[in-house]
Structures are given as C-alpha cells and as structure tokens.
C-alpha cells in the first residue's frame, strides 16, 4: 500500500493540554498534575516519527506560551510543525484522573473555544500541503469540534482524493462534542466517502453511517457495499477487567480476507489514553510494510506497549514493537 | 432502618498522622513521608461525607499547628467538626511502609500520650450531640486506648439507646493496645449491650465476647442469643494472595436471612489501609438505602474501591460505587 | 558449612552510579534519574549485612564526591568500607529505564576507565583480608571488567584456597564487556577451579566452560567431574511473563541429592534489578544456617523479595525472609 | 468601626483553579502543575478565617470534581460555603510563572465561560445572608466578568446598605476583563457609592471615578467628596526591584487623620500573588480591632506576610501578624 | 589542644527523627514531610567526621525501623556507631517549618518517652569508651532531657576528667525541656566544674550559673573566677534580619586573649538548623589545628556554611570551609 | 552586521549530559539527578532560536536513547539538527552541584572517550552547511576536546572566512581540558586568526595568545593589531559575592569604541551555569539589530536573565530582554 521507505504522512486535529492526577490519586485529592500536550491525531502523527517517518502535523494553537509549549512537544517528537499554526482562542484543556482495580478513569473536558475550534484555517494551502504524501489521517473528533474544523478538514480530503493520497480515518466517535447544530452522523457520513482505510466498531459505525451489522465481518461488507472507496477496514476489541487490567485483540479485514491477532494480557496498565491511535499508527506502518497478518499484529502491538508508557502518545522505535510481537523480548532486561 | 434522604451519623475515635513511605521504599529507605490524617472512626465518617450524608466526628487534637492541619483535613472532607477539641497532649502518629508484592505492609505506632487518649470528655454534651442522630458508630479501638476514651464512649452509648440511635460497631481486635489495666473482654463485653449493628469475624467476637463457633452463620445465632440487641452483623472475608493481590467478599444476617456477595478480585492495589472503615460505611449508607442484599453489595464494593485511593479515606460519591457494584463501569474510561 | 553465628564475607567487584527514570517513564522522557550506587557482588554484601552478616567489600572509587557518596552508601547500609579504596579513574554508570507490561526493561552500561576498572589492587594484602573470614564471593563481571581486574581477582582466589575459605562464584556471563583481548572462557575457566559454590544456568556454565547439558541435574555432574573442587551448584528458573509478571524458582545440588522450590509468582515488580544478588546472599546465608531445602527455599525467597524493593538490594532482615517461606505473613498488614 | 469579637464577612467572587510552574521554571519547561484554588475576594475570606473570623464565600462553581475540589479547599480553611453554588459553566483556570530576579512573573488567564461568569444568582438570599454581618467585600474583578456577575453585586450592596452592613471595595483595576459591553468606569462609578471603605492607588481610582489627583491625601478628599458614603480610604506603595525584592508600604485615611507604616523589604520572595488579598484581609481585622495606626500596620504587614506563603492566600494567625509588626519575632526560631 | 592528625571524638545526645516541610509550605499545608535523623550533639559529629576525623555517637534509639533508619544515618555519615544501643521506648521526634522572609521558622517537638530519654545507660562502659580519646562533647540538651540522661553523662564526665579528655560544652540552654523536677540551674551548674572548653553567650550562661555581666569579655573573666576548669569560652553573635538573612560573626576567649571574626552576611539561607553545632564542630577542629585566631575563623565558617546545606549537619571537607575563611573561593564555580 | 531579519547561525560543540543535584543537596546526598543536555556552543544555539533565528547546530551523539533525548532536547528548543550526527563513543555527562551563599557551586566532569571527541567530521559538507550562513559561533572547549575536534573545527573555520560568514568565538579558556599533546596556545592561537568577533577576558585572551595588558581597552588594542581580523571584542565582569549574589556588567569594542553598561545585581541566583553563553547569544543578536551600545545592553542582560532559569540555556524572546534592558517590566508581574 505504502511506496516508499520514508512514509510522508500529513494528521490534522486539535493538541490540547492533559493534566493528570499523579500517583492514581483522585481530582479532589490533587496538588499537582502532570503536564502533557495531546491530541487523537497529533498521538499518531508522534509515534510514526518514533518509527522513523515523516509526520506533519496541521493544527492551530493560541499565542500564548502554552501554545508555544505544546508546538515545542511535537517538534521535541520529531513531528514537522510547519502547518501549525498560532492565533485567537484559548488552549484546549483535559484533566485526566487515571483509574486503578475497579475504579474507573475519569476526564473532565475543558476545549470549548480553543484556538483549534475558532481557527478557519485560511492559513493551508491543501495543494502544497499534500503535495507527495502518502497518506492523510483524521478521526472523528475533529469534524466534531466545530463547523469551521469540519470544513476545514473536507477541503483536505477532497484535495487527498484528487491526489491519490491515502486516507486514513479513525471515527473515534464523540457525540457529545458536536454542538454547533449538525449531527454527528450527517457529518460523519459525508467524509467517509474519502477514506481508503476506516478504523471503528460496530456501533461506531452504526452511528456515523446507520449501517447495522452483528459481526466486524459483516460490517465490513455491508459498508464496502455503500462506500465502495474504502479498501480496509480495522478495529481493536478491548475487554475490560478492570482499570489496571484489559484485554487486547486486532481485526483486519482488506478487501479481500480477514485476519486475528491473538488476544493480549494487559495486566499493570500505566496509562491508557492513546491507545487507539498508537493502534492507528501502527496500523499504517503495518499496512505499508508488511503482509496483512503481520500489519495487523504490528498495529495491535502498538497498542498493547501504548498501555506501557506515561502520556498520550507510543514512544516506541519498529524495532521495539518487532520484538514483542515476535515474542523475542517480552518483558526482558536488555543489557 | 435509617429514616430520613441525609443521614445524620456521629462517630468518635481518635485521628492519627499518618506518615506512609512512598514509591514502595522501605522505611531505611525513606527520605520523605506522606501526610495524611485518618483514624478508623473518622475514616468512616469522612466516606459517609463523600456519600452525601451529615457526619460529625468527636474527638481531641493537640493545641498546636499539627492538631489544626488535623482538624482541617476533617473539615475539608466534609466532616463536621464542631465537636472537635484542642487539649493538652501530642499528635498520636502511625508509620506505614506499603508492602509489595510478597513483602507485608507494616506500621509502626506512636501514639502513646495523645491529646485523645489524656482527654476526659468533659466539653461534650451527649444529650445534644445525639439529637436528632441516625446512626452513633464506635470502634474497639476507641476503648482499648485508655480509660478515659472508654469512659466517655460509654457515656455516649448510653446516651444513643436512650435515644433509639441506632449503634454500629466495628469490633477491630486491637490486643496490644489495651495496657491500662483491664482486658479487652472485660471492656468490649461491657459496651457490646449497647450495639445494634455489630461488624467482627469469628476471632474478633470470640476476643471480645468469648463467643465461640466455627461459621459465621453459627456466630451469628449465638451472639443474637446472648446480646438480643444485636440486630444485624457484617464481616468481610479477606483472602491474602500478596501486598498486591487480595480476595474480599461480605456478608451480612439482618436478624433473619444470610446474605453473601460475590468474591472480588483486588489486584494491583494502590492503598490497602481503611478497607474496613470504607466496608464499615458503606454498610451505614446500605442498610439505610437498600434491601439487604443490595445493602451488603454496597458494602463490599465500598471496601473494595477504598484500595484504589491513596489514603485512609474511600473518597467516592454514591454513584461510584453503584457502577461498580452493577458492573457498568468497572474500569472504563468516563469522558 | 558455615561455622559461626555471624558469617565474615568479602565481596570484590565494581559499584556503578544506578541511573534510573522513575514512574514507568522511557530514557526519552526523563527529566529526572534517581540515584543508587549498586554491583552485583556489593549486592550481595549489601544483602548479608541486612541479615546480619559482617560483610567486607573490595573496590576502589574515583577520588571525587561520586566516589564518597558511593563509599557512604555501602557504609549506611552496614558494609565495611576499610578495603575501599579512591584512585585515578571515572565512575561506572548504568542507566536503566524500567519497563512496564510487554515492554522490555533496558539498560545502556557506561562504565569504561572507571577508577575499578584502572585499578591495580596494589593496595590489598589480601593474606590479612582474608584472615577468619567464611566465603569470598566473585562474579564473573569482575574478570571481565580488565586484565587487572581479573588479576586482583585471581591473587584472592589463590589466597582463598590457601586459607580454606570458601569461594562462591555466581557465573553471571556479560560477552560484552570483555574487551582486553581474552576470551570469555579462557578467563572463566581458569577461575573456576578455585571455586566450591557455584551460581549458574546451562547457557552461563556452557559459555564459561565448554561443557553441555540439557539439564541442570546433567551439568552439575559434569561439572563436578571437570572442576572436582565444586560442592554445590545452584540456579533460579526465571519464566518471563511481561516485565510485570515473572515466575522464579530455585534448585540446588549440594554434591549428592537435587533440592527444588516451589515456583513462585512475581506480579506486580518493582525493580527486578539485583534478583540474582539477592538470591546469591540467602544462598550463601542460607547453606551456612540450614538444611540444604530450607537454604534453596530461603535463598529463592530472598530473590523473590528483591524484586519489591527499589534499588539493587535487598533490604531484609533474616524473619522477613522467613516469614514468606514459611507462608506466615506473605502480604500481611504487620502491625 | 467592627462590632464584636468575632467578625461576620461576606465575600463574593470568583474562585479559579491556579496552575503555577514549580521550582522557577518557565511555562514552556513546565512537566507539572502547581494546584491551588484561588480568587481575590475568596483569599480574603480565607485570610479572615485563619484571623479567627467567620467568612463566607458567594460564588458558583462548575457541577464537577474539580468545582467539588475547589469547594473542599475553600471549607479546609475554614471558610463556610453554604452560599456556593454548582451550576453549568466551566472553571476559571489561571496558569502562573514566577519570575525570579529580573525576570518578571507571568499569568495567563483562561477563564472565559465558567461557572460563575454564567451565573445569574438566583439562588441567592440577599436579606438572609447579609442579616448580622459586620462586613461585606467586593473587588473591581467581579463586575468585570460579566453582566449578571455586576448585576449580583449591585444587588448584595444595595442590601447591605439597607442594613448597614459596612462594604469594603479593593478597585483592582482590570481593564482587559470587561468585555460585556460596558466601560470599566461606567460600571465602577455605579457601585461605589455603595462602599464605606476603598481599597486602590490613584490610578485605579483615577480609572474608577475619573478623578484626577497626584498624591494619596489628594485623592482621599477629592473621593469624599464625591462620594461622601466612603469613610476610609487605604493603599500599599510597592516597589518592585525584582521579582525577588519588593519593597511595601501602607497608608491609611480614616476620613480624619492620615496613617503611613515603615517601609518593609520583601526579600526571598516566595509567593507574591495575593499580597493584596491578604492587605484587604488585614485592614477589615485591623479596622475593626485595632486604632487607626495599629490598623494599617497590622494590614501592611499581613501584606508581607503573603509573599513568604506558597498559594495566594495568607495562613497566619493573628498573633503571628502581630509579631513581625511588633518586630518580636521577626525571622527567629520558634521551638 | 589537640594531639593527633586524626582526633577522636565522643559525643552523646538524643537523635530525632525531623520531619520538615518543604519549599516553605506551613505546617497546615504540608502533605509530605522530608525525613532526617539529627540532634545537636549527633551533629557535631556528622560534621567533625566529614572534616576527616574520627567521631563516636552514644546514644539509644528504639527498636523499630526508625531507630535501624536512624542508626543507619549515622553511620552514612561516617559516625562510629559502636555504641549505639536499641531499647524500649520511642523515636523522639520534631517537626520543622522553614519560616522565609519576616516569617519565623517554628519547632514542633514530640520528644516525650523516647528511647533515649528513657534509657539507663547500663550498657556504656566509660572507661573503654574514653581510652585515647581527645575529645567528649556534650550540650545542655542531654541532662535536660531526664534524670537517666543527667546520671549518665554525669558518670561520661567523671570518668573524661579523670583520663584528662578534653571536654566541650555547648549550653544550648533549653527551660521547657527540663520537667524531671530539677531546675535547669541546679543540673547545669553541677556539670559545668567538669568542662574545659565551653560554648554560649550571656543569657545562656546566666541562666545555667548565675553569672551576670554586660559583655563577652566580662562573662568569660567571671566564669574563670568560679569555675578555673574552663580553659576556653567562645559564642556566635547572631543578628536576625528575617528568616532569609541572618549576620553571623564569633568569638572565642582562649583564658588569654580575645579573638573575633568579621562579620558574615547570611542571604538566601536554606536551612538554619544545626549552625550553633557546625560552629562547635569548627571549634574542636580549630583550636586542634590552627592558632586561636584561625580557630575562631574557622569554627565561624563552619556555622557560616551550615545554612547554605539541607538537613541538621555541615557536610564540608575541612578545604570548602578554608576556601571561604580565605576569601578563595566564596561563591566560584569549581570545575 | 547581520544581513536579514532571521539571522543564520552555525554552532558547533559537544553536547552533555548534565546532572544536578535538586534543592541545594550536596553531591554526597542526592538520591536522584535533575536531567538536561546541554553544551556551551548550543546553548548559543538554543538561545538564539528562542529570539526567533535559525540556529543550526553540529555535533555528534551516540547511538543510544541518551543520543537521542539530547537530540530531542535541540529540537524541541527549535534548533535544527540536520547536522546532528549519531556513532561510536559515550555520552559526555557532567555532575553539577549549585551552591548557595557562600558555598561554590562544583562541576565533575566525566566528558572522555565521548562521541563527539571520537569524532572525525566526516558526514560534514562545509561547503553547503555555511551556504547562506550568517554567523559561525564556535568556543575554546571544542578544540580543546580533542585532535579531530580542533581539525574538524578549523575546516569549518577556514570554508566560512572563505565564504564570508561572520566567525564568533567565546576563548572558555579551559587548560585542564586539553591533553591529546598540544598547549592550549599552540591550538587557540592558529585558530583565532578567523576570528571577527572575540569573547573573553584579560587572562583567557593572554592564555590563547601571550599577549599581556592591563585594562580590557589596552587588551583590545593589542589584539587588533595581532589579529587585524578581528572587528569587535567583548566580555563580561562578574563580581562574585556568593553563590547567590553576584554583579555583572559588559563591555564591547567595536573596533573604534568602546561601550559599557550598567552594573547588573544579580540576587537570588537560580542557576549560573551558561551566562557566558547567554551573553554571547545576546551579542550576536545585538550586533546585528541594534547600535553598539544597544547591542552589549541586550547582551548584558541576556546573560543576566539566564541566572534566572533552570538548565543551561537562556529561555527568553528578544522582547523579555528588552523589556528588563529598558527598565520597564523588571520583577513586574505581567497579568
């Protein structure tokens, strides 16, 4: 799927500042938290760069010093930020209260007005921007955000579709955040048709497009029948035992055949944001470097270490991610 | 049993400085201590404040800065502190080193001298503060600290059945406490008449009461038989795989029936200590909201999440631990 | 085996500065490192004065206040420092990011021209040092360190098997360090005749010696055959789960009969770092104390409880050892 | 001019969520938060709570756990929230860099759209919450937030002059909050002829009322004048030689007499927000207990006292003000 | 006055547990305290052993963790700890504000029934403890403390005139300690014939003498006059501008001549406590090695440089306080 | 000066690990480092990226994770990094105690065998790297390193004077660093000769070049007719009062001028390491944006606001420094 050796790939959405609570202590008991900056998009657009490719990340940040703090995390990630972009609104905010045994995790959203959600994005020039790229990725929180972030984000795709650029789409469903007086699925249903490759499940996509399905397998048909430009479509199914423990398994269906990866023990999670789209990343680096079996294990894989590492976004090189799913270095000490 | 939406309960006992080694060091190890302040009787209330309910607790700091920092934690958890008195003696202090693994937790106590055990009482006005009360809770630790803290606890027992407060007590077998002339029989046995809702295994009531009997069942009856006032007993069953890994289940006779929950897996613990207290509330809060069965559920449940939180103190509102209980949010991520 | 009530044990080896990144974090995050000075055979004689043994250890520090805090943390643990001596060279370093679930824990060694490593022992009259005392303990990092190194190491050994000390030797085969123009195995096997009990596994004994085995109760007869002065032979089965979840047993040949521990189950690890160490030190009390069962049992327990302890050593008195092999108080709140 | 021995204040205002970067770092080093809950007129009741008084604080918060967070450590000081308020809105957020040195300190706000900005007050009872307080206290922040914020206020002050309740009013000019529509004077000026004493330097005044004047005597006169409902006037003349030393003084008119207090060097400043607030503080507490002269002292170095407390609000006890001001114990070690 | 290049020190005290709060917090703020094991006469020799020397400690502590951890303290420090003694009883303990700016520091202490105050000293053989000894250091903290204490350093005395050991005195004059019903006066005058060098200033040595007199100078004639013993009086003068800068200068009496330092600007003071220790520290060492008037300078720096260091010891080499006595190096960088 | 609005700067120069010690600890009580990579050329680099330029720097790392997070590090300051190259050696680290008062800061320095002194250049294209280059910063430690630094050095030194580039270098006179065989002089003085612009003082400039003078004008002189090459000199005079005090002034010459500014207090020192390099950034920027006198103002104070920010780089925009520069918004809290 992939062309090159150096994958170009172009993210766009919303970085926001993540405050966590430390040491699994609850908001009320809280006197510090632990600063990070993230965001759907931007997590996939960081760990591609840790597995050696080029990510760009489009995005709009208030000027002020948290804006400028959050443009430096991506550049220390080795994300290009020369699509990003300063200007009025406040700084998306989330507080995480991270769960531990059977007490759930916990966040309060804070990202009304940010300078993401006002920004019109007159700065992009989509031509320039997707010019040679391999693939464009985008969730479903962005359209989410605001009417302006939604249009925004069309005239991206339209122009990766005229490009025969590859897009990448996670619907990472949020109804919650669409409030500027469309539905989620009147939204939804109108940037599919510019996806090539669909990460969701079952009632994800049953929310963005009606169509009802029992199985992934099934699913996956019936939405090839109605958006026949999509040419696969992946998923994750995560059994939850308790905050400290979950289980991990991928899917993926490629047009043609389906594959399973084995299911993943993850006992003594250290923090479980991100986890899909370390899953998305892996998923693209998978499917532009290996055999379909091998992309969906690498995908899963990227998920299940994700579980492994403080803040938002995998930090992990190929090779790490190699050598758990080839069972080589499983929890090893290496000297 | 309990009559009204906001429960009134008052709880007497000592609150200690709790000074716990972080990052599971040793106490050789330690060069910072974490402050906390909690007793047994006070973690009880501190939860119940959680739960939306009216919670007075009783008892005497020392006439300095720590005994306000004391006094403050209380107040900041919603505790009514208007029977809270500054006297002469110390900070009564508890070293806890968190166990991990195979290791055992283990606490070193300072308490001896403490404004609370040198206290005699003399401000309280037991008509008053029992007017208008739901549940007066008391724990043996209470008595086992001196004869002045067993003097006033018994004033205020007799006060409480003179009022039809319902009394709840956690037998909480402290052996090496008691050194002020009497032995533990002698002064549990005494205060025992005065219970409605007693919470104690077989070890416990066979320590405080001589009673003998091989099932919690056959306690049960033969407890009722000899303390007719008795209406309801509770205990916990913990099963003790590592620091890390524990077992608990409740189970409750309201007089009539035996009720049982299921056993619930605790690994990945965070902070063991106040399970009991946290048990011990959410049986308050249970028996006065729910049928039995609930009531016992929500007990454990209570019990169970306290080990997620750093501290003495389950710190969760009603909802919590009825998602838990129910199963709808055990461990999910709550956007 | 022993012969007294408070073993006398000289350690030689190099003690590094520990470098590590605290809460799960990777080397690319940390902002911070926590500080330990820790080696493998200082390890061990951290351990036994912890049990209290009189343990000596044998090194040489840079002449900085590196080398004087090193020298500070042996001390405050118990060691005797008179054989520590401060010369020309760097400290050794290691720096370790601890993993967490699948994700592997790492180490990057820097220990090149440390002072130990330049050193020449001139300053060891190892006739004196060597007087009254039970064990000398090597490891076969020190040989591998230099030429001098393994020479200092080989002048103890003859005076050793002079003086009728026992030497025990824990094989701990590092291919990488050895950089001064001999081989491996030329250097072990030269240094194993002097010993009478050896730690090692079939990969280690193969490496060191030449000889082969599918089986420890195999090798250990080979080996005695190859190397007669060999007593004993002992080793831990480590089955690796995740870097969360490990599996350690032990099993020790005393020269006619094979003794085996149960398998015990390590969740929730703190730092694996120093489970062989620790597992050297309850051998080597463990022999001197006890039947050869209950000195595998103990010696395997030990091993187990380093791996809830921060740093590289094990922090425990002889009861706290025996209270988890005897089952007693494994994971018991002491109060 | 107070009447009883434990005074009754009423404070309203906002009360925002302080993020502050720890150990002089800047925001774009920053990887932890400092948390603190704080809002100018809220630090005032807090001040007066740890003076021994009885505060309460108006004010609306978000119906989340970091609204529950921020009232839980309002009650920790002691103050009484019977009259906050959770309603729709987010929270008021302020991030904080402390300079250090020449460098300059630095606060970003985000406090757009909370909860108290959106709050009409409704809920609140004027004639039942002013009944029997000595004092009631508002800054020039809260009629800048919004127009139902100013609207609250000119309602509380018209009672208060209804019942005589003496209004105290810190100007704390900000003019980059107003943004409803309506000048900073036009709104001021309407709400100061409800004030009996004023807190603000000629500037601020100037930008209050218009008037124009070039010292602190002139412009007491002039403000009685066309305000012959103000009875006092007060102000600190600061001096900023860095970030790290200040140098402050205070002075008062009593509408007779003008009071001026030594000049005190602020140095190894700790904590410089809030030194106002905790002026404010100091002058109700001085007025009402002290002679005029006394009364400025003790509020000026209540002011000094701040800057030495991290947080924005003074934790000190009466007789610990009273110590510095009698140059007592000022710096000494207390045992 | 000394003999030897290495003196050999006695000092006998109490050690506490100090548990401060950090980064200038108050007590009631404070949710961690950082841990150190210190006492005043511990001090002197943590100190005098960091200048190369060889220093004793008698003390008890009790049998717990803390005492181990105490114990262990000492020892990191390079204490001899031969005749430490673990019995019953508790770990005294204090607790610290640091005071900043016009705010004072504050002691909180909870020494009551510790193991040390507790103890007969059964253990201590004074005959072999004193053998080649040069000098035995005590402070009026120890006889205060209980009758026990005042017996056992009382048969230390006897027994160091009787083998002509030098010995040192800090009065350190504490009333509220003193509550075994003996008078501060009556138990220091008895102690004070058995001293040659003694430390402390005019209320200080009224206190414990009854001496009266207007000056240094006159103090030091009128002490000789009634106790001939004293060969040598030296003091501190402290002037207290706040918490953070102090001026620091001292002088010492050698039965001859007067010797004074200049004066020393204390800014930016870290951590105030054991100055008076450092300085008596500095003192042994000085009159040791260098005539009175460098050992004056010296003993001056000592306490100097104390206050730049965390915790209740100077950890210097005697070349860092030479470098500030010559001016050499006061504040450089040193590569 | 400079030619453009956004300068092109080259920097070249080793670049550190460097490990602090937190909260004024002495190196023999730190338990854990704070983590930053730094150098004394990129620190130049760093700064002048936060003043908006586009700084390049060169240099070599190893090929592990510590490479990588220093790599990181620059990039995450805006430093572009495409000459940043990964191979064989260690990472150099230095040690960094910071003093307080009258205690000196201390530097170990553990830099040998470092990838960047292993180093051949090799990768380097001095042609297309100083294309279009506006400044070539280099510092007296790069050559100092070792052979191939000094040679690798010198041809990027002879491709700019080729091209045209502005040559700046700092002497950072340090003798103890050079041991591949050449004097400091014999290396220093066949380098100067591409030198236009010169930092340093009168002993560094007479240890790279003999040549003596008294007063920084008559050194400037001297030099100019030595090395017609060189356009402007500049220096620093620091007054060291302590640790935390100190006082520094510039002074440039232009060629024709000589300027001088204001003498700076510097209290309240947080961390001094990389003043020099703040001051060189300044320059840099300053001689190409402002009049001489403006230029070693903005200089000045550059290096002065550096003492106010943890880590080795100034951390500032060019409108911070000018607002201390004019005095406007010194210590000011900027709302």
């Known amino acids: 799927m992939g062309?090159?050796?150096?994958?170009r790939v172009i993210t766009i959405g919303e970085?926001?500042?993540?405050?966590?609570?430390?040491?699994h202590q609850r908001f009320i008991q809280a006197d510090q938290f632990q600063v990070h900056y993230a965001g759907g998009e931007a997590n996939v657009a960081v760990a591609l760069a840790q597995m050696g490719q080029e990510a760009t990340h489009i995005t709009c940040f208030p000027k002020n010093d948290l804006g400028l703090a959050a443009r430096n995390e991506l550049v220390r990630w080795g994300v290009r930020t020369d699509q990003v972009y300063f200007d009025q609104g406040r700084m998306g905010v989330y507080f995480l209260e991270n769960g531990a045994m059977q007490r759930a995790s916990s966040i309060i959203y804070d990202r009304s007005d940010s300078a993401f959600a006002l920004w019109d994005g007159r700065q992009l020039d989509w031509d320039r921007i997707l010019e040679g790229v391999d693939y464009f990725h985008w969730t479903g929180i962005t359209p989410a955000i605001s009417q302006r972030a939604a249009d925004i984000l069309k005239l991206g795709l339209q122009e990766a579709n005229r490009k025969g650029v590859q897009v990448t789409a996670d619907i990472n469903y949020r109804k919650n955040l669409f409030d500027?007086?469309?539905t989620p699925k009147e939204v939804l249903s109108s940037l599919i048709p510019y996806v090539q490759v669909l990460v969701g499940g079952l009632s994800g996509i049953e929310n963005a497009t009606s169509i009802q399905a029992n199985t992934f397998e099934e699913v996956c048909l019936k939405v090839k029948e109605q958006y026949p430009n999509i040419e696969a479509i992946a998923d994750t199914t995560r059994t939850i035992v308790?905050?400290?423990?979950?289980?991990?398994?991928?899917?993926?269906?490629?047009?043609?055949?389906?594959?399973?990866?084995?299911?993943?023990?993850l006992t003594?999670?250290?923090?479980?944001?991100?986890?899909?789209?370390?899953?998305?990343?892996?998923?693209?680096?998978?499917?532009?470097?290996y055999e379909p079996q091998k992309a969906i294990e690498f995908a899963t894989?990227?998920?299940?270490?994700?579980?492994?590492?403080?803040?938002?976004a995998l930090l992990c090189k190929v090779e790490e991610i190699e050598e758990v799913w080839t069972g080589n270095q499983v929890g090893k000490l290496k000297r």
């Open 3 to 7: 062309r090159s050796n150096r994958l």
């Open 15 to 23: 970085v926001m500042l993540r405050l966590s609570v430390p040491h």
């Open 180 to 182: 500027y007086g469309k």
């Open 242 to 265: 308790s905050s400290s423990i979950n289980r991990l398994a991928g899917t993926l269906w490629d047009g043609e055949e389906f594959y399973y990866t084995k299911e993943y023990e």
């Open 268 to 289: 003594h999670i250290v923090d479980r944001i991100g986890g899909g789209d370390a899953f998305m990343a892996g998923l693209i680096y998978g499917l532009s470097h």
């Open 301 to 312: 894989v990227a998920g299940v270490l994700k579980h492994s590492i403080p803040g938002d």
